[in-house]
């Protein structure tokens, strides 16, 4: 009897190969961040208080931003009673001394910008070029007080220095001249006030230039000196590249304070008479907030202020990235 071979049944079709399921996160990876917090909790701990401060102090009153667009009533509601819109905006763009103190604002801030931003680069190159020990730490002593000074008692210097019996007027008379007001003419004001931030700043902000200054290897200057490259050619061609991503980020921090021009300083040295040159935006909204009561236009002021501030800086630190290659962000 012969037995037949039957063939064997076709395999089934296979199926396309399936995409690699991700792997499952392990439960210890995310329990890492709970893990470190548990282990470096003091670290963390520290902080707490800068974060309440930003958050009651920074954050926080943002929330008042709000009546720049609702009619605000002392005593009412913190919110404002009802809602005007861009009335107040429309207020003070069509108030010609609202130009005036924002024309007072750029100039100040300009000035401000010029000469307190170089003038410490130039103190710590010339810092680090000096060996003799005992004089450098001199200099750095007496350029870092006038920073440790309350504005108040600056404020009261500059008015002692300018009086009319003050040592400016003393010298004007030494050498035969008529004393000067100086505080009483509004000529006469930014060049004293961006005097006295010079004065009081400058020092101070060679700290972190110096510091930057510590981190450039020698090697490029023993390179530099091999190639003949003189003391002024070794600064501008090691030393400055070196600090430059110091000096991009004090810039764009600087530049976003610009219209924030000191404020305290301010307040405390000008006068009616000095109006013209010295009221600047934050001095004018002050005066319309808590003299004029008229706090809800103080508000749409300082909301217009604090948006060119951020438009500033976000441009600064945009063509700073494109150009440079240096940004806070």
Not at 77 to 93: A, C, D, K, P
Request: net charge positive.
């Amino acid at each position: 009897m012969t037995s037949t071979l039957r063939p064997p049944p076709p395999a089934p079709p296979r199926s396309p190969a399936a995409a690699p399921s991700p792997a499952p996160r392990s439960p210890r990876r995310r329990r890492s961040w709970r893990q470190a917090l548990r282990r470096d909790w003091q670290l963390y701990s520290l902080a707490i208080l800068p974060l309440l401060f930003f958050l009651v102090f920074r954050y926080l009153p943002m929330l008042g931003n709000i009546i720049a667009f609702r009619r605000f009533k002392p005593g009412g509601s913190i919110f404002g009673e009802y809602w005007v819109g861009l009335r107040y905006f429309r207020m003070f763009f069509t108030d010609p001394t609202f130009w005036e103190v924002f024309t007072n604002t750029l100039v100040l801030g300009t000035l401000t910008l010029l000469f307190c931003f170089p003038l410490p680069i130039v103190l710590a190159l010339l810092l680090n070029e000096v060996r003799a020990r005992r004089f450098k730490r001199f200099v750095q002593s007496v350029s870092y007080l006038p920073h440790f000074l309350s504005i108040v008692i600056v404020a009261a210097m500059v008015m002692q220095l300018t009086s009319i019996d003050g040592t400016a007027n003393q010298l004007v008379r030494i050498v035969g001249g008529d004393p000067v007001a100086f505080l009483q003419q509004a000529e006469w004001f930014r060049t004293i006030y961006v005097s006295s931030e010079v004065w009081q700043t400058v020092g101070w902000g060679t700290i972190l230039y110096l510091a930057a200054l510590t981190t450039i290897d020698e090697d490029l200057y023993e390179a530099a000196r091999i190639d003949g490259a003189s003391r002024l050619r070794q600064t501008w061609h090691v030393t400055l590249p070196g600090i430059r991503p110091t000096m991009v980020t004090l810039l764009i921090l600087n530049i976003g304070s610009f219209m924030a021009v000191g404020f305290e300083k301010i307040l405390l040295l000008y006068n009616p008479l000095t109006y013209p040159t010295a009221d600047v935006i934050s001095t004018y909204l002050f005066r319309m907030g808590f003299q004029s009561s008229n706090f809800s236009y103080a508000a749409a002021i300082g909301l217009f202020e604090a948006v060119i501030g951020l438009i500033l800086v976000l441009s600064a630190n945009l063509i700073s990235r494109r150009t440079v290659g240096t940004s806070l962000w």
